[in-house]
């Protein structure tokens, strides 16, 4: 390869002496059931809409993000992996927050609820919908006997939340609440208002006690010091980051200034540094020493708004999450991301097993090819597989190559390390005389090294064959082509069909080929010669997603015609026929050939392959459903959605 590399920079030299010439110059997402109950093994990926909350459990073991989709996600901190979900209701979330002993978790919505779980048992403790508007922050006292929230009703509430019962009601003079926050001695309150004001409360009383700071930049965070109890932090959304102490009438400590909009503001856990983040992506941390002018650190990895922080409680680590549906956690030691969290960030298109079951493909609308580890949730590679949507991917026999077709037009084989191994597409405009110029470019960069004429529109599905050896892309340009991957040429090209073509299924013996689309027609034909055999009408719509039985006597197909058909090849008749009121967007076969899932709409159903029957059902309550794969000893069933993956398994044989 490094010969390869060199021989390559070598033509690059002479094309670019050429050029210059005269020439040219775990589990708490429940669903619903109808036979078979489901649990949850995991999720994979995270939030699908912007973070909006993120803290660290005082064991240090768990990070809880609450998010804009209505979830609150808990991970393990040390391998980034999901082990709890809940779903409080369907508007976003907005705050999270630990109790001091680990035991439970409080979040408030979008609605104006304020909820408390029980991380053992994880059943909701308590709900109490106390605000008529949008809960902006929670808080636990330290004794986590008492709860705050804040709200843009105007409002700090104090609730004893064992018995969902409000104790004060905190109102300033007009103005939304953006923070509250709870003094390391549970005696006093800190507020911040979008009129500009820092207040501080009597937690005992209810009384309004000082007014630190007033202007004209909403102060978006507050945060008492964990070791000196008179001292509150506060930052505006203009920017500045600064200090109070409440003695004596309270004076101000220090201020900095940072670019953009600062949305939090934390204190390290012991008290040595100060954390902001906000609009301009950057997370600063400054040396808490008001007598010292010093220069913040910067880390600028986010790649959105970041709205929320955390520290670790060894303060080692910091969290931050927001806009851009991700979490990071920063390394202060190594300067360094630790890790990251985050699937797609737009619809997953593909979904797909490898053979041994140790991981997940997916493909998603934002151009991302991704491999999981099935048993740990953990990412293992992203690929920026297509410049476009990914739309289908397939696993090879082996589990050593992975083959993805996307909208660019594009058939790429990638090794598991990440390598692109071959790449099949239309071939380049002839009368382009910088065409082999720019071949080498992308060569010596490692990227385009072998192109071959190929689809002219959308690839829409691709498979291996049973045996490796060949992979089968099907477009919209309706033409069905069989590559060679050992040879690395096209085998053959079909194309037969009326309409654009949407997927494809090989045989189980590797001999025959079916395809169907646009037109509601199923095409079957022989794989070597490309002569049709048979043709399955039937079908009112697009056909959407077809697959053969494990036997290879029958095809399963579902269409746009909200209905699901088992064939008789041989005969080319239909023999069962299943209605729904769901447009299916994919179908998988599970490997003893028993069963067959299907995703629609917001559900997974799981039917009978013999006779198309309903064997059971799930309802995700995180949205649609785009893709569906069985896992290789069928123990469990991975369905895919807008920006999450979820893995369910049937609770018993």
């Not at 109808?34 to 005082?58: K, L």
């Not at 609730?159 to 953006?178: S, T």
């Not at 680590?317 to 969290?341: C, H």
């Not at 594009?410 to 239309?426: C, H, K, N, P, T």
């Amino acid at each position: 390869m490094f010969l390869q590399r060199g021989i390559a920079l070598l033509l690059l030299l002479l094309a670019l002496c050429s050029a210059a010439g005269p020439a040219g110059a775990g589990g708490a997402e429940n669903g619903t059931a109808d036979a078979v109950p489901w649990e949850r093994t995991t999720m994979i990926g995270a939030h699908h809409d912007s973070v909006n909350g993120a803290d660290w459990s005082p064991c240090g073991r768990y990070l809880a993000t609450a998010g804009s989709d209505g979830m609150v996600i808990v991970w393990d901190a040390a391998s980034g992996r999901e082990i709890h979900s809940f779903t409080p209701g369907d508007d976003g979330v907005n705050a999270v927050r630990w109790s001091p002993e680990n035991h439970y978790l409080a979040a408030g919505g979008a609605g104006g609820s304020l909820w408390v779980w029980s991380l053992e048992s994880e059943a909701m403790e308590a709900e109490m919908p106390g605000h008529g508007d949008w809960i902006t922050s929670v808080a636990w006292s330290p004794d986590g006997e008492h709860l705050a929230s804040s709200s843009w009703d105007g409002t700090a509430v104090i609730w004893q939340w064992q018995r969902e019962e409000r104790v004060h009601a905190l109102q300033p003079d007009q103005g939304w609440l953006q923070d509250v926050a709870w003094s390391e001695d549970g005696g006093r309150l800190a507020t911040g208002d979008n009129r500009g004001r820092l207040l501080v409360w009597d937690a005992e009383t209810g009384a309004q006690e000082q007014e630190l700071h007033s202007g004209q930049a909403t102060v978006a965070s507050v945060d008492w010091h964990p070791l000196e109890p008179d001292t509150v932090a506060y930052a505006l959304d203009d920017g500045t980051i600064g200090a109070y102490c409440t003695e004596n009438g309270g004076r101000e400590l220090f201020r900095r200034r940072a670019a953009g909009s600062a949305a939090s503001v934390r204190w390290s856990p012991d008290g040595d540094y100060l954390a902001a983040a906000g609009d301009d992506r950057a997370i600063r941390v400054w040396p808490a020493d008001p007598d010292e002018e010093s220069e913040a650190a910067i880390l600028q990895e986010a790649r959105g708004p970041l709205r929320s922080l955390a520290w670790s409680p060894d303060g080692h680590f910091l969290a931050a999450a927001g806009r851009s549906q991700e979490l990071l956690v920063w390394d202060k030691a190594e300067d360094s991301i630790a890790f990251r969290i985050q699937g797609h960030h737009d619809t997953v298109k593909s979904l797909h097993w490898s053979p041994q079951g140790t991981y997940l493909a997916s493909g998603g609308a934002d151009g991302l090819l991704q491999i999981w580890d099935a048993q740990s949730g953990k990412l293992v590679q992203r690929l920026t597989a297509h410049g476009e949507s990914v739309q289908a991917v397939s696993w090879s026999s082996g589990e050593e190559r992975i083959g993805s077709g996307g909208s660019d037009r594009q058939v790429r084989i990638w090794s598991l390390e990440g390598e692109i191994e071959s790449i099949f597409r239309e071939s380049r405009d002839p009368s382009d005389r910088y065409g082999l110029f720019r071949n080498i470019i992308e060569y010596v960069l490692g990227e385009d090294w072998y192109a071959l004429k190929g689809h002219e529109d959308w690839v829409m599905d691709v498979e291996f064959s049973p045996g490796g050896r060949y992979l089968a892309s099907a477009g919209w340009d309706g033409n069905l082509l069989i590559w060679d991957i050992k040879r690395q040429e096209k085998q053959l090209r079909i194309q037969e069909s009326s309409g654009w073509l949407r997927s494809l299924s090989w045989s189980p013996d590797g001999e025959y080929l079916a395809a169907a689309g646009r037109d509601g027609v199923i095409w079957i034909w022989d794989a070597r010669s490309g002569q049709r055999l048979q043709t399955l009408e039937g079908h009112g719509d697009w056909v959407r997603c077809l697959v053969w039985t494990k036997d290879g006597s029958g095809i399963i197909s579902s269409g746009f015609d909200q209905t699901t058909r088992l064939w008789c090849v041989e005969e080319g008749l239909e023999m069962e026929r299943a209605e729904d009121a769901v447009l299916f967007n994919d179908l998988a076969l599970s490997a003893c050939g028993r069963y067959a899932a299907q995703t629609g709409g917001s559900d997974l159903l799981i039917r009978s392959a013999d006779d198309l029957q309903k064997e059971a059902a799930y309802t995700s309550p995180r949205g649609a459903l785009t893709a569906v794969a069985w896992a290789p000893n069928d123990t469990a069933a991975a369905a895919a959605g807008l920006s999450f993956i979820k893995v369910i398994a049937p609770a018993h044989e």
